[in-house]
């Protein structure tokens, strides 16, 4: 483990395996949820976001202005489809089936396997509550990207108290 790894505070995990951004840009396992952004099939100025409920499987998707997904009636849509299929490549399938305890039954578990498992519950809808706190942290990552590369401190993180005295 490198010096950085040991001094920070939150362990950085590589992705289980390489993935593409241009359908599903941000994807994370948090608040419960498996929860992202992904892009439009049809309009290039238009992302969904969409989650998965743990335990539940309670499922929400929408647009970024907050418009229900027309395919997101009585079951998954594409767009949940295509965020479960990156949340394995970028965690891994058992850690998402962990996460969102699913059962995937006998055998390796892979994103098909989830998706069945979790459609064969009958999900019922959730509300989208938690859709504009998830694309705010998808706008503050894309905000970072903009970043030019420092070993520095970022001025937005200097609440945290110092760790040494400089003298």
């Known amino acids: ?10 362990r950085v995990i590589p992705p289980a395996r390489p993935r593409k951004l241009a359908k599903v840009p941000f994807v ?14 049809s309009d290039i100025g238009r ?3 969409s989650s998965v409920t743990a335990g539940t499987y309670a499922y929400a998707c929408s647009t970024n202005n907050n418009r229900p997904c027309g ?7 594409n767009h949940i489809g295509a965020l479960i299929n ?6 891994g399938a058992e850690r998402v089936a962990r996460y969102l305890r699913v059962d995937a ?16 519950t009958r999900p019922s809808p959730a509300d989208s ?6 694309f705010s942290r998808f706008l ?9 590369p420092t070993t520095g401190p970022l001025p937005e993180m200097q609440w945290f108290p110092p760790t040494r005295t400089v003298a």
């Open 71 to 77: 395919g997101a009636r009585g079951g998954f849509c």
């Open 140 to 148: 503050r990552h894309l905000a970072y990207l903009e970043l030019a």
């Open 129 to 134: 509550k938690a859709a504009a706190s998830v």
């Open 86 to 91: 990156e949340s394995v490549l970028q965690y």
């Open 28 to 41: 994370e396992l948090a608040d419960g949820r498996l929860q992202g952004v992904v892009s439009s099939g």
């Open 1 to 10: 483990m490198s010096d950085f790894e040991r001094s920070s505070t939150a």
């Open 105 to 120: 039954g006998d055998g390796e578990a892979t994103a098909q396997s989830l998706t069945m498992a979790m459609s064969g």
């Open 47 to 49: 992302v969904y976001v």
